[in-house]
């Protein structure tokens, strides 16, 4: 039974698609869906942190970033809402965004992970980093992937 389901977003297109999908699984299945949206880690180097001027941009960048993801959750929230979805709940990680979402999922008992790939296809996912598919070779959770 699926209760708990996961869908992470980045404003693209294909995540834009899961989002649709995430909340049309959980209006069938009466599932709470939970929208994630993770910022990169973009640290400053140590030896940099001692300008003054370079920590207000990393503040300001942070700031920025912060209010980015909740504008693109905003949205996520209303769109998944308008496909049915009726308990919806908006988080915001940092860091490596294949293992903040696996590590979110985990902390949170999530039944089903529901994320978008851009279909870049096989040669390119060999030589490029592919979230969605660190995602499902590594989730405990099963995993949807959304074209």
């Known amino acids: ?3 708990k389901i996961l869908v992470a977003t980045d404003a693209s297109a294909a995540s834009n698609r899961a989002v649709t999908e995430a909340a049309y699984m959980a209006s069938v299945h009466q599932a709470e869906l939970l929208i994630l949206h993770v910022i990169r880690d973009m640290q400053l180097p140590a030896q940099m942190k001692t300008v003054p ?3 207000a941009f990393a503040n300001t960048r942070d700031d920025i970033l912060r209010k980015v993801a909740e504008d693109i959750l905003k949205e996520a929230s209303d769109n998944a809402k308008a496909s049915g979805a009726k ?3 908006t988080a915001i ?3 490596d965004p294949a293992t903040s979402v696996i ?3 985990k902390r949170r008992n999530i039944d089903t992970i529901v994320v978008g790939t851009r279909g870049l ?3 390119k996912g060999l ?3 592919s979230v969605s598919r660190k995602i499902v070779n590594n989730a405990e959770a099963n995993c949807l992937i959304v074209r």
Request: hydrophobic share 45%; no cysteine; aromatic share 10%.
């Open 1 to 3: 039974m699926i209760k």
């Open 53 to 55: 001027e370079l920590e």
């Open 87 to 89: 308990k919806v709940q």
């Open 93 to 95: 990680g940092s860091g």
């Open 103 to 105: 590590g979110f999922a």
């Open 121 to 123: 296809g096989k040669v």
């Open 127 to 129: 030589f490029m980093g």
